[in-house]
Nanobody, 123 residues
Framework: QVQLVESGGGLVQAGGSLRLSCAFS????????MSWFRQAPGKEREFVAA????????YYADSLKGRFTISRDTAKYTVYLQMNSLKPEDTAVYYC????????????????WGKGTLVTVSS
C-alpha cells in the first residue's frame, strides 16, 4: 500500500519561505504523478502543484506560478513544495497526494492522500 506523510508546515511571516516535504512509502513511487493541494478555513480544497512521473513536467495553479516550486527526489521517494514570498492568503492545510493514472491536477482523480500539514502565514 501507499502512505504519504507531509512535514515542514508551521508559522512563517509574510514574505518568507517554507519548504514542505512529502514522504512516499511504497514500491512504485515513479508510477505516480505527485501533487500538492491546500484547503483554507471555510474554503474548498484547491489544486496547488503537480509533477509528472519522470519529474519532467510540472503544473501550477495560475495564481501560484512563480512563487511555488514542486520537485521530486526519486532516490529519497520524496516530493517537495518550495514556497516563496508567502502571503497571508497562503494560510491553509497543505495535502500531498498521489495519482496513479492521471496528471495529478484533479482532486477527484487522486488515489492517495496524506493527512496534511498546516501552514500559517502572519502579516
Amino acid at each position: 500500500q501507499v502512505q504519504l506523510v507531509e512535514s515542514g508546515g508551521g508559522l512563517v511571516q509574510a514574505g518568507g519561505s517554507l519548504r514542505l516535504s512529502c514522504a512516499f512509502s511504497g514500491r512504485t513511487f515513479s508510477m505516480y504523478a505527485m501533487s500538492w493541494f491546500r484547503q483554507a478555513p471555510g474554503k474548498e480544497r484547491e489544486f496547488v502543484a503537480a509533477i509528472s512521473r519522470s519529474g519532467g513536467s510540472t503544473y501550477y495553479a495560475d495564481s501560484l506560478k512563480g512563487r511555488f516550486t514542486i520537485s521530486r527526489d526519486t532516490a529519497k521517494y520524496t516530493v517537495y513544495l518550495q514556497m516563496n514570498s508567502l502571503k497571508p492568503e497562503d494560510t491553509a492545510v497543505y495535502y500531498c497526494a498521489a495519482d496513479l493514472s492521471g496528471s495529478g491536477r484533479y482532486a477527484g482523480g487522486m488515489d492517495y492522500w496524506g493527512k496534511g500539514t498546516l501552514v500559517t502565514v502572519s502579516s
